[in-house]
């Protein structure tokens, strides 16, 4: 099936494209959308948005490639992003690290069984007043921190996120 | 003029001239990965760092104007630690692999480190590994552990042929040079960026591991694959063409040449016609011109000289075509002449052009016409019309569709005598009377004019294969056989002779001074 943002998605293309002056700036924000549109992105996808923007498909390859924050493989449903620079790191963010590798049996930088959850080490995410801290990047697009975090803060925002994203999609099935 | 001063030595250079250029004019190597002189410049490499005194960082010099009254120093302390320090860091993860790298003898890396870096390595940690003989491409193979990163290929890719197949993807050490995802690096000048990287990451699939490059020979010599003659050094090792790189002439091909051109060096050594023979009997020159000229003065007799004909080819230098012509007028005393040649095949809008033939503009030159020659189709008509009774034919290629080449081979049983002077064997040489050897553009030296009129000289890069002989040397053994000897002894004085310089042409070979590249 040839892919194709939803309405939705189409007006909030047209207007970041709009906004730039010409549409390989835009392709930074477009590729954004794409991946909280298509889950990951995938070839089919950078190919779909180089001609969104008549681009050279290559554009979109070394500049996706380039940034870490697009996912060139699916992830869980949730991607937690857990901090480890200094100042998380001095209050115990590679504990948080450790504990949620336990929990949800994964290793940083997999994705559990269930599809549910993928776990990443992150530097700094401007949050050093309320370290430790994580990031949680939905498979809706959603982004929420996660703040002053200890163990057993982490277990009850678990339990919560669980029921959270029982209703999300899977990003390996978005497209 | 801005003057500027490099290592002590003042000049006056353009206004906008870089730095690098400058020194170069200074007559000092300023050492560069990164730069090309026909790409655009990203100053990603940092090799070509140089000092200008007031300022306080070094400078690019490959990126850098000068301004007038500045004083560069491109072998300072400060520059030459930078060198050392730039070299080290691009070695960091390279597999130092040369005994096995086919890029050995004309890589910069290499020639770099013995002439700016020499230190041994300091790293301990294991280094970062990255694909090998990675296929990026139908004719470039990749190793992405040797890649610099210096990014000429995919600036070729933008710039030059604009099919952008090629980028880097990921970064720091892990970036590598791809294509998209499912595609390749493939268009027509896709072996030019074997030659423009720098180092041994990408190499041709067709030359790779074939010779060591400082066994090869170089010589100047012309492209034959089309009538746009790209300038090439045709290099080779024991009498064997082993690759054809592009040689820079900004009014032909600049540093570029097509693939198909690249490979055309194969025709050289395929199914070469090696001896002279009489009926399929392998006899000596002498006996040979002997044998023609007695059955050609008897066909004259017998038919009359205006039913002979002589069939031209494109393919065969301005000399050779003289004598052709000079033959067919004092000797043979025909003015019948049929153009041979290559089919038109495929162009674009940057080299390649349709017309396959090098040299039909020196049919033009020499015969000081267009309409010298009849079309070949004529040929087969007028052979079975009986107009035509010998027909004496340069080189096997015959400018028609299969259908029509086919009637002219059937109709060659009907001929008096048919004498076939080629390179190459095949069904016209069985069916030939005489048969006689010609050498390749790279066993003789001769003169090509191209698509604009530009005459082009080529040099003879080894001895001749078999018993071969360019066409001028066998049209003159048979004047002489005939008894109407031509008074040659160099192929200049046949050169001298065979065309007036055309106005609207240029002395070949490269431009003034040595480009940079
Ligand atoms: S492959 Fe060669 S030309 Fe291309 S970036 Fe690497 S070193 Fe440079
Ligand atoms: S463009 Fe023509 S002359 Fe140039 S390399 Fe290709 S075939 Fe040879
Ligand atoms: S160090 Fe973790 S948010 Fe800044
Ligand atoms: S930075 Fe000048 S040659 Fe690469």
Known sequence: MALAFSEKAEVHFKDLVSRYP????????????????????????????????????????????????????????????????????????????????????????????????????????ASCGTAPMFQATFSDGEIEYFENLSAERVDTILADLNKRIATLPNPAEMH | MPKVTVNGTEIEVDKGTTILRAAAEAGFEVPHFCYHPALSIPANCRMCLVEVEGAWKLQPACYSQVTDGMVINTKSERVVKAQKAVLEFILVNHPVDCPICDQAGECKLQ???????????????????????FPIGPEVLYDGERCILCTRCVRFCEEITATNELTIVQRGDRAEIRAFPGRELDNKYSVCTA?????????????????????????????????????????????????YRPRFNPAVNDYWMCDAGRLTYKEVHTDRLLHPTNNGAELNWHAVCETVADKLKRAI????????????????????????????????????????????????????????????????????????????????????AGTVQVVYMMDQYMPVDAATAARFVERLDKLK?????????????????????????????????????????FERAFAAHGESLPHWQIFMRLAQAMGKPFSYTFIQQIRKEMFAPRPDSVASGTAEGVPVE
């Open chain 2, 195 to 243: 030659d423009i990287c720098p180092v041994g990451a990408l190499t041709a699939r067709d030359f790779r591991f074939k010779c060591r490059v400082w066994l090869l020979n170089s010589t100047d010599s012309v492209c034959t694959g089309c009538s746009n003659g790209c300038n090439i050094h045709l290099e080779h090792f024991r009498n064997e063409i082993q690759r």
């Open chain 1, 22 to 125: 010409n549409t390989l700036a835009a392709l930074l924000p477009a590729l954004h959308l794409a991946q909280s549109e298509f889950g990951w992105i995938s070839v089919e996808v950078m190919d779909y948005v180089a001609r969104r923007l008549e681009l050279h498909p290559t554009k979109v390859l070394t500049v996706a490639t380039f940034y870490s924050m697009y996912n060139m493989q699916p992830v869980g449903k949730c991607h937690v992003q857990v901090c480890t620079t200094l100042t998380c790191a001095l209050r115990g963010g590679y504990e948080i690290l450790e504990h949620l590798e336990e929990v949800l049996g994964v290793r940083v930088g997999e994705t559990s069984a269930d599809g549910n959850y993928t776990l990443s080490e992150v530097e700094c995410l």
């Open chain 2, 417 to 457: 005598l048919f004498v076939f002077q080629a390179q190459h064997q095949g069904a016209l040489a069985q069916k030939a009377h005489i048969a006689l050897p010609v050498c390749s553009h790279a066993e003789s030296e001769g003169t090509f004019v191209n698509f604009e009129g530009i005459a082009q000289g």
């Open chain 2, 111 to 133: 020639d770099y480190y013995v002439a700016y870096d020499s230190q041994e390595s300091r790293l301990r940690a294991e280094k970062v590994h990255k694909v090998k003989v």
């Open chain 2, 301 to 384: 007799d017998e038919v009359g000289s205006d039913k002979i004909a002589l069939v031209l080819s494109p393919q065969a230098s301005c000399e050779d075509l003289h004598l052709a012509r000079k033959f067919a007028s004092d000797v043979i005393k025909t003015s019948r002449f049929y153009m041979g040649g290559k089919r038109d095949g495929d162009s674009d809008d940057f080299l390649i052009k349709a017309d396959k033939n090098p040299n039909r503009r020196g049919i033009e030159a020499v015969f000081g016409s267009t309409t010298a020659a009849l079309p070949f189709s004529q040929l087969v008509d007028d052979i079975e």
